[in-house]
């Protein structure tokens, strides 16, 4: 190992002070800037000889760093932000500082150990059965990819003839799905939901059913969306899984942003029915106060995972001489950081009660946000919030408008709330999951429409 000099010490006190400081105060919102303004500051930084830490360190924490967006500001509302707990994040360090490996029982089984326990947190939530597992994933785009694969793999167990696949979701789905699909070569039926936009199993079966009338193509798998990205909107996980099941498809749930919202009594039964799915994913990283990157991806029948998803090499047969744990092998993975053990930390640290406190609070705050637009005299509530994402509009305005009017939002630093659209109206819309959101957060950006 390197010395570790009194250089590095001070390196090492520099940056836990920038950390620190970071974690205590509320971050300045920032933004970004073109990568010739950054290169007219900052100029080659990989050099022969190198910055040194110090140098290196103060480019970041003064330039770069002031180039990004915080994610976890209490006025950035855009897409899906984050908000880590305080203990999430600083155990973030520890993971750093350990070098986990997190892909086998053997190297990381107490990592390991705790990631399952996580896990089975979540799986608890939603009623899976105690033989109920899987992996923290990248994200939810690789963990709606690996529980795919293994679904199709059940599919060609079923029905060996086929040699044309389809997974059926509704049109509201993430567009993860069609990337999963394009990956996998495999088709999409995308099934429009009543007005309601609520994917429900009538409207299931009968495209389905009408699907496997006319093509020679076969759907393997049914998947719900449990908090539609852009809305919040939850489909009917009990009737779509149903009508999955009578089929014998695989039932796989995307709840990347809502399905945190399983540990809040207030909304737990719109997710009725997802204990029937073969496979979900819920991302800690997005409204479960983790830090990035973190996706639960949870499988009813784990083993069906293992059998798709474990690599073999002669290099890696020792790993799996002894019947355990390997997370490596229910997801598109190999060598993986221990990534849910910050998420594991702050559970065990706060304790499941603070998240539902939190959670509810997040929730609370989208219904007084959603007042506050019905009240407001120039905007309009574009729709009840399901969830925590309040969408709305103000009449008379283009998209244009909405543009100026965001980049501006952000240019003063005030909060950041790009525009979004729904059925071709631009919208806007604030994705409330930080609980350090307070009202006067809502009425400051509130008072600039
Ligand atoms: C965010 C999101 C995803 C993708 O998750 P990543 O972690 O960004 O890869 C998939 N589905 C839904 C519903 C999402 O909200």
Redesign the pocket.
């Given at each position: 190992m390197h010395e570790f000099t009194s250089e590095l010490e001070e390196l090492a006190s520099s940056v836990l002070a920038y950390s620190l400081e970071r974690v205590k105060d509320d971050p300045p919102l920032d933004g970004p800037r073109s990568a010739e303004d950054l290169y007219a500051q900052v100029g080659e930084t990989i050099t022969t000889q190198g910055l040194g830490g110090q140098e290196a360190l103060t480019v970041f924490t003064d330039v770069l760093a002031r180039a990004c967006i915080s994610t976890d500001h209490p006025r950035n509302l855009a897409y899906?932000p984050s908000a880590p707990s305080e203990h999430a994040n600083l155990f973030d360090l520890v993971v750093a500082a350990s070098a986990l490996y997190g892909g086998s029982w053997q190297e990381g089984a107490g990592a390991v150990f705790a990631e399952n326990q996580a896990l089975r947190w979540v799986a608890d939530l939603a009623g899976l059965p105690a033989s109920a597992g899987g992996v923290f994933a990248?994200?939810?785009?690789?963990?709606?990819l690996s529980a795919l694969v293994v679904a199709r793999a059940q599919g060609r167990k079923l029905w060996p003839e086929t040699t044309r696949w389809a997974i059926a979701c509704s049109k509201e789905a993430?567009s993860?799905i069609t990337s999963a699909a394009n990956v996998m070569d495999v088709d999409v039926l995308l099934i429009d939901p009543s007005e309601s936009r609520k994917l429900t199993g009538v409207e299931v079966g009968r495209a389905v059913d009408e699907f496997h009338k006319n093509n020679s193509a076969r759907v393997f798998a049914v998947v719900a969306?449990a908090?539609?990205?852009n809305l919040g909107i939850i489909d009917d996980l009990m009737s779509v899984g149903a009508a999955a099941k009578e089929r014998n498809l695989w039932f796989h749930v995307?709840?990347?942003?809502?399905l945190a919202a399983l540990c809040a009594p207030s909304v737990r039964e719109k997710f009725n029915g997802i204990e029937n799915a073969d496979s979900f994913?819920v991302?800690p990283?997005?409204w479960l106060f983790a830090p990035f990157?973190a996706?639960a991806l949870l499988y009813r029948d784990p083993e069906l995972a293992r059998a798709v998803h474990t690599q073999s090499a002669s290099y890696l047969d020792a790993l799996h001489e002894t019947n355990s744990w390997n997370p490596s092998d229910y997801a598109i993975n190999l060598t993986r950081r221990a990534r849910g053990l910050p998420f594991w930390f702050s559970l065990a640290a706060n304790g499941t009660d603070a998240y539902t406190v939190a959670m509810e609070k997040t929730l609370e705050m989208a219904q007084i946000a959603a007042q506050k637009v019905r009240e407001h005299p120039r905007l309009e509530l574009w729709l009840e919030p399901e969830l925590s994402v309040v969408s709305f509009t103000r009449p008379g305005w283009e998209k244009g408008d909405y543009k100026a009017w965001a980049d501006k939002l952000l240019d003063d630093q005030i909060g950041f709330c790009p525009a979004s659209s729904d059925k071709g109206q631009p919208i806007l819309r604030f994705a409330i999951v930080n609980p350090w959101t307070k009202v006067s957060d809502i009425e400051a950006i509130l008072a600039t429409l």
């Open positions: 899906i990248q994200g939810g785009t690789v963990g709606n993430h993860s969306t908090g539609t990205t995307d709840g990347a942003y809502g994913i991302d990283h997005k990157d996706c």
